[in-house]
């Protein structure tokens, strides 16, 4: 049901393993990868997560709307606030960067999960369609408010008062993928970025996540300031001589790509 591989020092990748359902968050799912992520989250070990779906036809298709005809209250997924019902929540609740490697459709609230990383690397096989109009349910894992902030509000109205699909060009060109590649190189193009991301100390890539997101929050006065902050606080520590060991580092690696 749920996959977790460490290929290489300082990676994670997880695997939403329901290919036959479209690798649809069934509850125990969504369980799952909270559980996941709190424990990825707490090692060591860990500093960059990869996200993706099984096979190439799903990143995930959102809820499991199988399940939840057969169940009463298995609606209030939908407005959960805790985690382990609420994966868009599990998401952003991790410190650690997650790169979301898009093999597939992401619909409705796979979608909202999409929107929860960090970074989308796309195959040619990803699409992207909000269809909670369309179905009669309200957004309640932060679609509404993050899509028009990733794409601007008159794309995000064309989404989601269509139920239209996206695609992976057009996504890339509206700002919301990275980049991307043919289905056979996806993996290999989100490891890269993962293990580029993993050569940088853990606590330098989670306070600098968090100092994005945390300003991106507020005014550009609020974040400055905030940036000011944070930035006075963790110098403070820096040596000249951490800067200069970290300095021959970089010129090498500029040197050699």
């Known amino acids: 049901m749920l996959l977790v591989e460490k290929p290489f020092d300082g990676v994670a990748v997880v695997t939403l393993n329901r290919p036959e359902a479209m690798n649809a968050l069934s509850k125990a799912l969504r369980q799952a990868l909270r559980q996941a992520m709190v424990e990825l989250d707490a090692d060591p070990e860990v500093k960059v997560i990869v996200l993706t779906g099984a096979g190439e036809r799903a990143f995930t298709a ?147 996540k968090a100092m994005i997101d945390d300003g991106y929050e507020t005014t550009l006065a609020e974040g400055l300031k905030l940036e000011h902050e944070r930035s006075l606080a963790h110098n403070v520590e820096v040596t000249p001589e951490m800067v200069a060991a970290r300095r021959e580092k970089v010129q090498a690696r500029g040197r050699s790509q």
């Open 62 to 208: 959102g809820l499991d709307l199988k399940e939840l005809s057969s169940d009463p209250l298995g609606m209030g997924a939908a407005n959960a606030t805790d985690p382990a019902e609420n994966p868009a929540r599990a998401l952003l609740a991790t410190r650690k960067p997650i790169i979301g490697a898009i093999n597939g459709v992401a619909i409705t609230g796979g979608f909202e999960v999409a929107l929860a990383c960090d970074v989308l690397i796309c195959s040619t096989n990803a699409r992207f369609a909000d269809t909670h109009a369309r179905v009669g349910i309200t957004p309640g894992w932060g679609l509404s408010q993050k899509l028009s902030r990733v794409i601007g509000p008159y794309r995000a109205k064309e989404l989601s008062l269509t139920g239209n699909f996206l695609d992976a060009r057009t996504a890339y060109e509206w700002g919301l993928a990275n980049r991307v590649v043919e289905p056979g190189e996806l993996m290999e193009a989100a490891l890269t970025l993962a293990r580029q991301m993993a050569d940088i100390e853990a606590d330098m890539l989670v306070g600098y």
